[in-house]
């Protein structure tokens, strides 16, 4: 997809971080924007910019996990434009950080249900309206660089992106014929409000966690954000991705380079002497390769001597990434 200029685009999370920044830059670019997200709040928010700014936008309160309400919102799309959308971003999800060995059913399904299920549900309601109206189009996702990398404090989370990658790879094959394009956004750290979710964005019915989730914690993961890439910056990255036809965006100077060291592991992890060579690897500092990934991925510069965590709280002092003090099968002194 070349042109934006009057066509309708949905993005889901719009109303703030990543979703807010596409809203922008496809809004700027000509589009009809919709955003629809589940926190009214944020939709205030975000209507107020595009108000001040005069750009075209209309707001759906929508709980990406709520497929009658999603199916409602596509009615209303074709309602208010008069067809169905000619891109649709998938981009809102959640987070929250603790040991694999101590998530909960609630932690499973309430951020694989928005994460995963939510991108689910996203396809299944607008493919089929997509593909009957002729118009190709393109389908993107802001999926994470989580899906490369299964970390021990981040089970659900890179668990529902590394599957969210594999779904629209399927997607991207099997909608070329219908001229209509598939791209995965995986961003590290983004400047957003992501922070919010484990507390604020957590529903009454997914309450029981298995980490320590505190103010602290959520002050510590805010001061990790604030150093993470502008959405509007991350925002160019896709659209030119989408421009190029691109599957994957991996939006750093280094980005193919890094899949390619990323998967790498698997290759170690497939016989006996790979194993072995792994073992090593974990014994090695970072390479200066590795140093330079990290600093690309998380907003500090390694080469003016900047060291994560880039903000003012250590996370060890806060706790976070810990179990529940309660979880009487959690050795806190077994560190993966
Ligand atoms: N922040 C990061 O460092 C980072 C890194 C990689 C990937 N991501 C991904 O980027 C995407 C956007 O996150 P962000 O960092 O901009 O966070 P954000 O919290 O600033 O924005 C996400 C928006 O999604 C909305 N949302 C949450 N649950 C929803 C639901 N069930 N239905 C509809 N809307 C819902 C929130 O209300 C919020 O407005 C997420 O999928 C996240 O996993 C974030």
């Known amino acids: 997809m070349k042109d934006f200029a009057g066509k309708i685009a949905f993005i889901t999370g719009g109303a703030s971080g990543a979703g807010f920044g596409q809203a922008q830059i496809f809004a700027e670019a000509g589009m009809k924007v919709v955003i629809a997200d589940v926190r009214q709040d944020h939709l205030d928010e975000a209507m107020a910019y595009f108000k001040e700014k005069n750009l075209p936008a209309h707001a759906i309160k929508l709980d990406v996990t709520d497929r009658a309400a999603y199916a409602a919102a596509a009615d209303e799309v074709e309602k208010v434009f008069g067809s169905t959308v000619d891109l649709l971003v998938l981009t809102a999800g959640v987070n929250v950080f603790g040991p694999a060995e101590a998530s909960t059913y609630d932690d499973y399904d309430w951020v694989v249900g ?40 981040t089970a659900p989370y890179s668990a529902a992106k590394a599957a969210v990658l594999n779904l629209l790879e399927s997607y991207f094959i099997a909608l070329k014929p219908y001229g209509i394009g598939v791209t995965a956004l995986c961003p590290a750290n983004i400047r957003s409000r992501i922070y919010e979710a484990a507390i604020q964005g957590r529903p009454e019915q997914f309450k029981n966690t298995g980490y320590n989730v505190t103010e602290e914690t959520q002050k510590f993961l805010a001061s990790i954000h604030a150093n993470g890439m502008d959405p509007r910056v991350l925002a160019e990255w896709l659209k030119k991705g ?49 140093i330079k990934f990290m600093a690309e991925r998380e907003g500090y510069d390694a080469s003016k001597g900047m060291q994560p965590p880039a903000g003012p709280l250590n996370f060890k002092d806060v706790g976070f990434g810990k179990a529940k003090k309660d979880l009487d099968w959690v050795d806190p002194n077994k560190k993966a």
Not at 137 to 147: K, L, P
Not at 259 to 283: C, H, I, N, T
């Open 242 to 290: 989408i421009e190029n036809e691109q599957f994957l965006v991996v939006p750093y100077p280094s980005g193919p380079r890094m899949v390619e060291v990323a998967l790498s592991r698997f290759v170690d992890y497939a016989s006996p002497e790979g194993m072995k060579r792994w073992e090593e690897k974990q014994k090695q500092p970072p390479s200066e390769e590795e």
């Open 114 to 153: 928005v994460c995963f299920g939510g991108v689910v549900n996203g396809l299944v309601t607008f493919v089929p309206r997509m593909i009957k109206a002729g118009k190709g189009g393109h389908i993107a996702s802001t999926v994470s660089w989580g899906a490369f990398n299964a970390g021990p404090t």
